[in-house]
């Protein structure tokens, strides 16, 4: 190949080994917007089926420890986190934590507790880079509690729970990262809830018998689609603890209704044997009305919680059984948690005992 | 030994726990054992333990093991197989044998000759750069492309770092060896991919799963594809050997598919092994695990392979 020939063509070489590495870099650059968009579908998924699954948990487990327990199962599965621990502050020593369960940590000595001593609301640390900056001294301490430098801390000031989740080395690290945020967060709000759900059935449980059934009303009809139903004006709401402690005592939950929303979401309302008309369910800190999005839930929460084994009545959004029933929820009655506590008082029910532990109120406890 | 009741169908097991002395000499060892008592037209399925140390990451080498199988026993040029593990972060690996618990073993399932098995490997992986060579490589460590040092290479085509600071890769990349002619026109079928599992910034090297490129070798970058990955899953099980054809009766499909083909890893919303699992022709009795490596014959001898899926299909004959 005389000269000028052989230099065209080494110049077109490297005319089209250039165009090769541009149209790579392009098909990456397409690549990674489609991937950034589908990690923020697989984030929301992930965290969806983390709450299900966490719902379903907290809302059935009999004790703190096996709901620990479950709850680090459900996490670890969905964060590809390495190992991770519940802690819950002592309510007499504070920043002293229980560890209540711990998971993946066959290969360290898990201590009973530990000294955390400014423990933030959230933090991370990752390869020596920490957030909230300041608390070098914590995240010395929780690194050494679990053993690793990669790791997520979420924790609840007011109920004093706390999970924290360390990652592993590898490429399952960049998922942990992408998400652990999101998912330690969801697995605590859904720990709290279930804490006090679990508080708010201790009154049943502290029966030592069946005594005396609350006084029962004289039954209404069977509620039908044509029937307008009755609601308790003097006591519109209810809450599980209440429910939990008359069904001991030997009362019943005689009629279940359901408002379907214009939005999709279920409200429940039980006409218990002990009043006069239907009531509304709240949810266990009774701060809003226990809404649902799934019917099977509503249904479990009935046929389990509430003992109902007889039919349940659909009302549609804007029908005259609706409108009949929608007054009782706390929006159209803003101080009726008080009401109602105050009227399940008169009737003579156990109230919840003062709880050891600190009040939760920074978790939203109605996603059913 | 669950799945196997028939003695026509059954396997018979040889292992070695000899891979952390070398993964050379362990597959000499396991072709010897396997020589001395199987014809060289059986079909083989060969499982091994992946992971030699987590700190520092150490890998088993498929590529080592084979080769010594291969050359002594000519039935492991067909072989199917793969390389096990504990989780995605390649932490550990072992293997349940006979009530043990074994590290650093090998073992070859070795299927009588009226055995057959048939594999389709599906792939997810394309070019994205023009062809690079080898220019110093020591095992499965590259120090230079093209004369230069790899990592610059690679991250020329990249947007950001190929590795954070503690040199585990911030995203999946492999190079891809072209089988069979080099200039024509070639398919995601005609490579051979090597993940690069980490880079060392201050040598500028990036090292690969396995240790089978040489200098001289001509290599591009390939980026995984989920979009592919899915396509080629539902177009292609579907062609898997159905019951009765040729007067086989398929008794067994299992799924060897690459850990990194997880969605969590690979970033496709829908689980590529629900795909196979759907697209399956037949009800013949379905297993498939996660692997490091896979194994499968490509151009008429087996390699090891990254980023595939092999979907081996035993076959009783007659």
New interface residues.
């Given amino acids: 190949m005389n000269t000028p020939v052989r230099a065209a063509a080494e110049k077109e070489l490297i005319y ?2 250039r165009m ?2 541009e ?3 392009d ?3 397409v ?2 917007e ?2 950034r968009l ?2 923020e ?2 984030r929301y998924q992930s965290q969806s089926r983390l709450d299900r699954e966490l719902s379903h948990v907290t809302g059935t487990a009999a004790d703190m420890a096996s709901m620990a327990t479950l709850v680090l199962d459900a996490v670890i599965e969905h964060s ?1 986190c ?1 190992r991770a621990m519940i802690l819950h502050e002592r309510a007499d020593h504070a920043g002293c934590f229980n560890i209540l369960a711990a998971a993946g940590c066959r290969d360290i000595l898990v201590k009973p507790s530990a000294t955390l001593d400014a423990a933030p609301a959230f933090g991370h640390s990752f ?1 020596g880079e920490h957030f909230p900056a300041g608390v070098a001294a914590f995240f010395k301490a929780v690194g050494k509690l679990i053993g690793s430098t990669h790791l997520i801390w979420n924790y609840d000031d007011d109920s004093g729970f706390a999970i924290l989740m360390a990652g ?8 942990f990262r992408q998400q652990g945020d999101d998912l330690s967060y969801t697995a605590l709000a859904r720990l709290v809830d279930g804490y006090w759900r679990l508080q708010a059935r201790q009154p049943a449980n502290e029966i030592p018998e069946i005594s005396e059934p609350p006084p029962c009303i004289e039954a209404s009809p069977a509620p039908s689609q044509d029937t307008i139903p009755r609601l308790d004006r003097a006591r519109p709401t209810i809450r599980e603890y209440e429910i939990a402690s008359s069904i001991a005592k030997g009362g019943a939950i005689e009629q279940v209704a359901v408002l379907m929303r214009d939005d999709g979401e279920y409200e429940l309302f039980v006409r218990p044997s002990w009043s006069t008309g239907f009531r509304q369910m709240l949810t266990f800190r009774g701060h809003a009305e226990k809404v649902y999005k799934d019917v099977n839930r509503l249904l479990g929460y009935v046929r389990t919680a509430c003992r109902h084994d007889g039919s349940i009545v659909f009302y549609a959004g804007g029908s005259k059984q609706f409108e009949a029933l929608k007054p009782a929820a706390p929006t159209s009655l803003p101080d009726d948690r008080t009401r109602e506590a105050s009227a399940y008082d008169a009737t003579g029910a156990t109230d919840v005992p003062s709880i050891p532990f600190k009040r939760s109120g920074g978790t939203d406890e109605n996603r059913s | 030994m669950v799945a196997f009741l028939a003695p026509e169908i059954s396997p018979k097991l040889q292992c070695v726990d000899l891979l952390a002395h070398g993964d050379l000499e362990a597959g000499h060892q396991l072709g010897r054992l396997v020589r001395d008592q199987h014809a060289s037209d059986a079909a083989v399925l060969l499982l091994y333990d992946s992971v030699l140390s987590f700190q520092p990451r150490r890998l088993h080498s498929a590529g080592h093991l084979l080769q010594g199988f291969q050359a002594e026993w000519p039935g492991a040029m067909a072989t199917m197989g793969g390389g096990l593990l504990t989780d995605l972060n390649l932490t550990d690996g072992w293997i349940l044998l006979n009530g043990e618990v074994k590290r650093h073993a090998a073992l070859a399932l070795v299927f009588p000759r009226s055995v057959t098995a048939d594999a389709i490997i599906l792939r997810a992986a394309r070019p994205i750069s023009s062809l690079m060579r080898v220019t110093h490589i020591v095992g499965a460590e590259i120090f230079t492309l093209d004369g230069r040092r790899a990592l610059d290479v690679v991250e020329e085509h990249l947007d950001a770092p190929l590795t954070d600071t503690a040199s585990h890769p911030s995203r999946i990349m492999t190079l891809g060896l072209k089988l069979g002619e080099q200039w024509e026109s070639g398919t995601p079928d005609d490579y051979v991919n090597r993940l690069i599992v980490t880079a060392d910034r201050e040598k500028g090297s990036v090292t690969l799963f396995e240790p089978d490129f040489y200098e001289g070798a001509l290599v591009q970058l390939m980026q995984n594809d989920p979009a592919m990955m899915l396509d080629m899953a539902r177009n292609r099980v579907a062609a898997a050997p159905m019951r009765c054809e040729g007067g086989r009766q398929p008794f067994l499909r299992l799924y060897i598919d690459c850990a990194g083909r997880a969605s969590a890893m690979s970033g496709a919303l829908v689980e590529e092994a629900d795909v196979v699992a759907e697209v399956l022709p037949d009800d013949t009795p379905f297993l498939g695990f996660y692997s490091g490596v896979e194994i499968a014959p490509l151009c008429g001898r087996s390699h090891p392979l990254d980023w595939t899926g092999v979907l081996a299909t035993y076959s009783r004959v007659g």
């Fill in positions: 089209y080994r090769c590495n149209l790579g870099k098909l990456q650059r690549q990674e489609n991937e589908v990690r579908v697989r590809l390495a390869e592993a080395l590898g490429p399952g690290d960049v998922m």
